[in-house]
């Protein structure tokens, strides 16, 4: 109880306003530093990535044939064509991907969130799923080679890539689709209840719509880093000069496939060519990216 | 309500998708008036091509072929109208193991088939119990690349080639490149070789060449790995010829589209009967020297004989690369597609390939070649 007098005579609470010590002035000015600083380091490669592709690649896109015409016919020393058949390869596979990946990945993600909380299955498949986002892509493309050809005996195409992707594409929507749906608060699952509705209804009407914004960005920027994944394309498709709308049978090009292709062109005509195809994959990749921010923004659930 | 919503959402970007997709490219590009390239000296032959069968060949292999195999298909697709042949270059190796896996119609291959790998047995498995053949198709010579400012030309004998490459000769001041070039010494300057990082037939001729030619100065074997044990790998030819244009006193070998599209100085050659630059006319004389030692339409070159002749007027380092084919085995769309592509290779396509590195076959070889092409069933 001695310390009792001491507390009474101390004001009940601090002054609010108090001289900064010139210790935390000096801390924050260091800290404001070091960030900035971080800030501008990372914006150098990115800068300068983006320059040098935009500085090297910009004469040939602008340019409609590029976007209409094949390479069908051209040798390395023909200027011209364009790269319209691998911007086909690269949305086909990636849009075939997507349709296989995206409802499995939503259906697991369910199952881990609304049905299998703390099952021991639901642990092994997070656990599966957190090993298979750890795979890289060359090991995904030879496990595909090894299945699709070596043991089924089936030829390369771009539908095999369009599989090899689906093992990159799944683990990445499965991961943002259940942070997504954890967040749906439980409140709205409790008064669907309520009122009687099954629980599967409230799934598919309550709570995936409620996710439905956060989960098509995810799957939006999934698709976009697959499209520009290199290694299937290199293991499991040939390179075609040529139009190729068939993804069952026949080599197809893609544009990460295209621009190792001609890189073997040394010359100027080979440079504009892949420096072509970077501008085109970075820009489509964009326009994925930006499509990813609408969409989800048309589907927000509004609030008041 | 909602759902609805998600649900024209979802079907607009599937729209949008398919709209994309479907918009019709094209693979025409002869509007822009580059194929037939202008000056382009005249076919040497023109064929009766029976065009028809599978509409999209596929064949993969060669780095080395990359240029004529582009310079074959423009003149396939302006032959037979609609018909398309996709090639990848991804390496001989590559070419023979996707061909003997039945994943292309034929492989592109620096180096003939090989009993002793397996390579005739995968391959005759392929082609249903008949053997393959090697067509010897495509010759590209190599070039002795270098980069020394000192010198405006250089000669170099086989002997002189192999003992460079394989370090006995380090500096550029070397009395044996000055005996060579007419007694002039360069400035002392260290040789740096170039090499091939990865398998390449290319490196393996030129360790053949330099074994055929080198008079027992090459001790190393062949193979496609270099084994000089000097200098310093490159990735590719375009990375040799790249890493030879940025460094001075560097010598690299690299087929002659690079050394011409680098702009790279290139060495004669002297195989005992004086110094041979290299150009279509020279190459081709060497060819004409080559001998076939496969049997029936089965056309391996024996190289030796081809490396270490002294023709006057030859320059005898020459890569020969084979279309490895079924001679029997197709299915009847494939073997139609296939036979009207390589006729058509081997006749009109054959006037636009100096332009691209390569050197046209001479009369003797286009004659067996037709002959073998005609008998693929």
């Known amino acids: 109880m001695t310390t009792a007098t001491t507390d009474l005579d101390r004001p009940a609470t601090p002054p609010a306003f108090q001289e900064i010590s010139p210790g935390r002035k000096f801390r924050n000015r260091l800290a404001t530093v070091l960030v900035t600083g971080a800030f501008l380091v990372a914006m150098v490669p990115l800068v300068w990535v983006i320059w040098t592709v935009l500085a090297k690649g910009l004469h040939r896109v602008l340019n409609a044939d590029w976007w209409q015409k094949s390479f069908g016919g051209l040798t390395s020393r023909n200027p011209g064509g364009g790269v319209y058949h691998a911007i086909y390869g690269t949305l086909l596979q990636g849009l075939l991907c997507a349709v296989i990946a995206v409802p499995i990945a939503i259906m697991v993600a369910v199952y881990l969130v609304e049905y299998g909380r703390r099952s021991r299955l639901a642990k092994a498949v997070t656990f599966t799923v957190d090993i298979l986002s750890g795979v890289p892509s060359i090991v995904a493309a030879l496990f595909l080679y090894a299945l699709w050809v070596t043991t089924l005996g089936l030829p390369r195409s771009a539908f095999a890539v369009s599989l090899a992707l689906v093992l990159l594409m799944i683990p990445v929507v499965v991961r943002t689709t259940e942070e997504l749906l954890k967040i749906v608060p439980d409140e709205l699952r409790e008064a669907s209840y309520a009122l009687g509705i099954p629980k599967w209804k409230t799934i598919v009407k309550i709570v995936l719509p409620t996710a439905m914004s956060g989960i098509i960005t995810g799957v939006m920027l999934a698709l976009a880093r697959v499209m520009g994944e290199t290694a299937p394309v290199l293991v499991l498709v040939g390179y075609n000069q040529f139009i190729n709308y068939d993804p069952f049978q026949g080599n197809m090009a893609s544009l990460p496939l295209l621009m190792n292709s001609e890189r073997l062109t040394t010359n100027a005509i080979g440079e504009a060519r892949v420096w072509g195809a970077a501008v085109t994959l970075v820009l489509i990749i964009t326009v994925f990216n930006l499509l990813g921010s609408l969409l989800s923004r048309l589907t927000a659930i509004k609030t008041k | ?377």
């Open chain 2, 1 to 377: 309500m909602k759902i609805n919503r998600h649900a024209s959402v979802l079907g607009a970007v599937l729209a949008a998708g398919a709209l994309v997709l479907s918009a019709c490219g094209s693979d025409n590009n002869t509007a822009g008036g580059s194929t037939s390239g202008a000056g382009a000296p005249a076919p040497t032959g023109t064929a009766q091509v029976d065009c028809g069968g599978k509409k999209a060949l596929t064949a993969e292999g060669s780095t080395a072929q990359k240029g004529a195999m582009e310079a074959f298909i423009a003149a396939y697709g302006q032959k037979c109208q609609g018909y398309q042949l996709a090639y990848n270059p991804t390496g001989s190796g590559n070419g023979v193991k996707n061909f003997t896996g039945g994943q292309v119609d034929f492989g592109g291959s620096d180096s003939a088939l090989k009993k002793d790998k397996g390579e005739v047995d995968a391959a005759a498995k392929r082609c249903k119990g008949n053997p393959a053949w090697n067509l010897p198709l495509v010759f590209g010579p190599v070039a002795i690349v270098y980069n020394n400012k000192d010198a405006q030309e250089l000669t170099l004998t086989g002997e002189l080639a192999a003992k460079i490459f394989s370090g006995a000769i380090t500096d550029w001041s070397d009395p044996a490149i000055a005996a060579a070039n007419g007694g002039k010494a360069l400035p002392a300057k260290k040789i740096t070789v170039v090499f091939r990082a990865d398998e390449s037939g290319t490196t393996d001729n030129f360790q053949k060449y330099l074994s055929a030619a080198g008079k027992g100065a090459w001790t190393k074997d062949a193979g496609k790995k270099f084994n000089g044990g000097v200098g310093q790998g490159a990735q590719g030819s375009a990375g040799v010829a790249d890493a030879v244009a940025a460094g001075d006193g560097a010598i690299a070998y690299a087929e002659w589209s690079y050394a011409q599209d680098k702009n790279l100085a290139m060495a004669k050659i002297d195989s005992g009967s004086g110094p041979v630059e290299l150009n279509a006319q020279t190459a081709g004389v060497a060819i004409q020297s080559a001998k076939v030692k496969g049997t029936g339409n089965d056309l391996e070159l024996d190289l030796k004989s081809l490396y270490s002749s002294n023709t006057p007027g030859a320059y005898p380092l020459v890569l020969a690369t084979y279309e490895i084919v079924c001679s029997k085995g197709y299915d009847a769309d494939t073997a139609k597609a296939v036979k009207a592509f390589l006729t058509v290779a081997a006749t009109d396509a054959q006037g636009q390939l100096q332009e691209a590195g390569y050197v046209p076959l001479p009369n003797q070889f286009q004659s067996k070649l037709l002959t073998a092409i005609q008998a693929i069933s």
